[in-house]
Nanobody, 120 residues
Framework: QVQLVESGGGLVQAGGSLRLSCTASRTIFTVHAMGWYRQAPGKQRELVAT????????NYGDSVKGRFTISRDNAKNTVYLQMNNLTPEATAVYYCWSDLAPPLAAFHSWGQGTQVTVSS
């Protein structure tokens, strides 16, 4: 499948910004979309944002709309998540995600996760 390597997590004060990056390994398969999910302690993993590699269609979780922006650089097989005006509620492990184009759409890949901590 696809190997995903995340970077950019860390500790930031409320109101600050962070940018996460995720690079996918080159593969013979066509990646359909990449994005980010997050999981806070004691909570279920939730959608943050996704973007298709062909056309750049985006999808955001309701809790981040207007504050987070996802973008991609297909030449680098990399997606970015710009997070602005962070609040303590954004504290979580952020996981990079990807899926493959049909007929392999059932194959999803996950990164190892990067910790984001927002202090009040």
């Amino acid at each position: 499948q696809v190997q995903l390597v995340e970077s950019g997590g860390g500790l930031v004060q409320a109101g600050g910004s962070l940018r996460l990056s995720c690079t996918a390994s080159r593969t013979i398969f066509t990646v359909h979309a990449m994005g980010w999910y997050r999981q806070a302690p004691g909570k279920q993993r939730e959608l943050v944002a996704t973007i298709t590699t062909n056309g750049g269609s985006t999808n955001y979780g309701d809790s981040v709309k207007g504050r987070f922006t996802i973008s991609r650089d297909n030449a680098k097989n990399t997606v970015y998540l710009q997070m602005n005006n962070l609040t303590p509620e954004a504290t979580a492990v952020y996981y990079c995600w990807s899926d493959l184009a049909p007929p392999l759409a059932a194959f999803h890949s996950w990164g190892q996760g990067t910790q984001v901590t927002v202090s009040s």
